[in-house]
């Protein structure tokens, strides 16, 4: 009998197909903010172990989304503040999901999904953290979503050109993104593959 048979699967892939079944455009910008992040954890010197956290943490950041019912996740135009509330609650029950897997570090990494949506201000979600007390995966996962979901067309926004978008983050630096973060990410940008016209 061949020892195949034997090997545990990897726990994420089916995290992987259930997103793709999903919702495959949000599968499709997990995967590429992994790809940005990954890059900018490099340039901030993060260890071998803090570069596989962090991959976990940006692939799946958004895994709390298969509870989102399609009226929200897939509403043209604004959501009310009922529906705000509901797409919300993805980074804490991304938390809940990953934290199933069972990995070794499934604890910080899904710390660093449920903290992708805090600001350095202290204004984000769920928990309100501000600065530092924000997981640095966090803050890093922070600074490429934002810069990709302005950049990819979605049901309630149109995509915008690159230079408007580093407006927007240069503008939101110190608010929503550790400043020191955002210099090296807008360093990182001008020459990366993710980088949009």
């Not at 997103?19 to 010197?45: F, K, N």
């Not at 809940?96 to 499934?106: K, P, Y």
């Not at 953290?129 to 979605?154: K, T």
Request: charged share 30%.
């Amino acid at each position: 009998m061949s020892q195949d048979l034997f090997q545990v699967p990897d726990p994420t892939d089916a995290l992987v197909a259930a997103l793709r079944e999903r919702d495959w455009p949000t599968q499709q910008h997990s995967d590429r903010v992994c790809g940005l992040t990954r890059d900018l954890g490099r340039a901030c010197g993060l260890q071998k172990t803090e570069l596989r956290q962090l991959h976990f943490a940006a692939r799946f950041h958004d895994i709390g989304k298969i509870g989102v019912p399609d009226s929200v996740l897939l509403k043209q135009g604004r959501l009310d503040t009922r529906e705000w509330e509901v797409m919300c609650a993805h980074s804490e029950q991304g938390e809940r999901i990953f934290r199933m897997t069972g990995l070794a570090d499934a604890g910080v990494i899904s710390q660093a999904i449920r903290g992708h949506h805090e600001a350095f201000d202290g204004s984000g979600y769920p928990d309100g953290l501000s600065g530092e007390r924000i997981p640095l995966l966090s803050r890093l996962i922070r600074l490429a979503d934002s810069y990709d979901a302005m950049a990819d067309e979605r049901p309630h926004q149109r995509k915008r050109p690159h230079a408007q978008i580093m407006g927007i983050l240069r503008e939101e630096r110190g608010s929503k993104h550790d400043p020191r973060l955002f210099d090296l990410f807008a360093e990182l940008i001008e020459n990366h593959p993710a980088r949009v016209a």
